[in-house]
Each structure stands twice: as C-alpha cells, then as structure tokens.
C-alpha cells in the first residue's frame, strides 16, 4: 500500500511539472504568478517546484519586468547551460547527427552520403566516431546529454525498438535499433519515425509551439505524416496513425481509358513521378524536361499537383486541422504552385472553414527531420520531467 501511494505522488507531481514546463515553453517567459493563475496549482506548490527545476537547471529565472504597480516580478524560461540532446537522422540517402541545446539551438551537426549502403551496422559506423566525440565534447564542457532522439523511416515496434520492413528501406526490417544504440553509447535512446519527428520539430519548435493541431506531411522517396493533436503526436492502436501516404487514389489515362487505383506514395513521390515519367535520367532531368515544357512530363507535373491538391483536400476533412505543414525533399519542386494548391484545395472544403485552411512549409526545410529527432526527446522531458528530476 505504501509503495502505491509512493507511485501515486510521483505520478502527481509529474503531471504538476510537465503542466509547469507547457506553459513556461508556451509563454517564453513567465511570472510565477501568472503559473499559479494558469496551472490552478497553489502558490507553495508553483514555488517549490519552480525551485526544484532551477536546481537541476532545467530552467532559469531572467528579467524582472514591473506589473501596474511597479512591483518586480522575475520570469521563468528554459536553461539552455546544461543540457544537449543529441539527434539522429538515418534517411535512404543520408544519416544526420546533431548536438543541440535544450531548446533546439544547434550546436554542431553533420551528414554522410549513404546511397547504396543496405547494411545497418555499416551505416552506424558512418556516425559512431562523430556521436561518441559529441558525448565527449558534452562531459568536456561539463553538460549532460539527456537523450539521443532518431528519426528513421517506419513503421516500427515501440515497444521493441525494432523497425518493421520499412518500404524503400532495404536491410533494416526487424533491427534493432534502439536497443543497439542504447548499448553503443550507454545514454537513454528515443526512436520514432521520420515523419513524426518532422511533426514533432514543428510542435516544439516551430509553428506549433503553442499546441495547436497540425498535420506533418513529408514528400520525398515516401510520402508520410504526422498527426499532432492536443500538443501530442498520435500513433494508433497498430501505429499506423497518419501513415497518409497509404490513402488510396483514383486515376485513368484519358477518354475511354479504364480507371485504376493505387496509393499516393506510389503515385505521388519522387520514384512514383519518375515511374510515371518514363524518361530517361533521374529526378533533376524531370524537372530540367518540365521547366522545358516537354508535354509528357508537364503532364507528369500537372497530375502530381493534382494529387497533392485531392490528398489536402482529404486530410482538411479526416483530421480538421489549424494547420498542414509539408516538407521532404520534394516540396521545393512543388512550392511555386502552392498558392494555386491552396486556392483550389479551399475551394472543396466546407465553406465555413475555407479561410481557415493553412498551408504552409517546414521551418527546418531539410533539416526538419533532423530538428524532429532532438525536438523527440524535448518532448519526453515534457512529458515526463522526473526522467531528468529523478523520482526523489
């Protein structure tokens, strides 16, 4: 019974923490004043806790700023002179780390070129030397890594930390992942899918840093998504939640030709543009054919934006967001039509919501999964602060 009541507070005191850091993370800066009204939580309890983040240096008072009656009040905001996060970005044709900052300032970062290398251990040992020198560069300085996040293409087991024959991603199904790199580096390891992290670096660092609901879509080699909703990232009883690229559409060459069916990565992303095509040569030949107005490939062009306008369309009405946010290699292609996309998706939706349709591109641009891996951990110290306050 003891040891019941002993989870209970702690379960309470975690939930009491993380609301403090939403809001702290929320406003920038915050009174403890303003915590009490916001949280509901007691003056004592607000003071107690705050005091306990600034001793593990999790945050950080800053400027005193003068209320209407000139009293001093001192802000809280996050202490970025502790903690690093150390992200991994494992992609089909490239792994990314990067060293940042508790809030997502980049501290040093670094790509190698994997194409045509299927072999898991042989891709982790393009990165070992650089993250086992970000680990020493971190005690060195004396700062603690409070987590390695990875973004890799899924889907995965959660619960194993093992992949589950990824498409497009030969050689990786079944590893293990998250167990291998927690051995390695001997520091807690957080792993989610790539496009996921990207929606996670827009919910804790970009345009969704006050919680709104948005939707992540990533256009490249795949198409994938994240949903965010309540400030969260949603995954599914079989965590195939936003796996968008999987939704079905209609297609048929013309008069009198019969009507097919197949799924929009494999239709609309680069592989799929390039089977369309037919062409001789690889992606950047496409669009040298496109910008030249070969018909064949215009055409190729056309359809592929009229995908992406039907996709919008449908997620606008399946998940009703504040807002979608594309990203992945191949929306700097599509960007100069987008004003066009985003008339034309406004003009299928329900008309009370048409004004409220937003569109808009990563924050991060290439970088997005990247930002995703570390914005994974941030968010597990939000969600759970006793993994960096302990349970005492």
Known sequence: MAESKVLYLQKVKNQNVSHILHKIWEHEAISRIELVQMTHLTSGTITNLTQELISHRLIKESESISDSV?????????????YYIIGIDIGRTSVSVVLSELTGN????????????????????LIEPYVHKLL???????RKVIGIGVSIPGPMDQRTGKLINPPGFPGWAGYPIRPTLEERFKTKVFIEDDARTSALAERWYGIGRDGRDLVFVTMGMGIGGGIVQNGRVLHGTNGLYGQIGQMSLMTHGGAGAAISYDCWENLGSIPGILKRWSGNGDFRDFIVQVRAQEPHAVKVMEDTLRMLEASL???????????IVLGGKLYPYLSPHMEAIVENVRSRVFDFVQERVIIEKAFYGQMQSLMGAVALVFGHVQENPLLVLGAD
């Open 136 to 142: 020493g560069q971190a005690e060195s300085r004396k």
């Open 313 to 323: 369309t449908s997620l606008i009405n399946l998940y009703d967001p504040d807002v």
């Open 70 to 82: 000139g009293r001093k009040r001192v802000n809280l905001r996050f202490d970025n002179s502790y």
């Open 106 to 125: 980049i501290v040093d970062t670094v790509e190698y070129g994997t194409e045509g290398i299927t072999n898991p251990e042989e891709v982790l040992a």
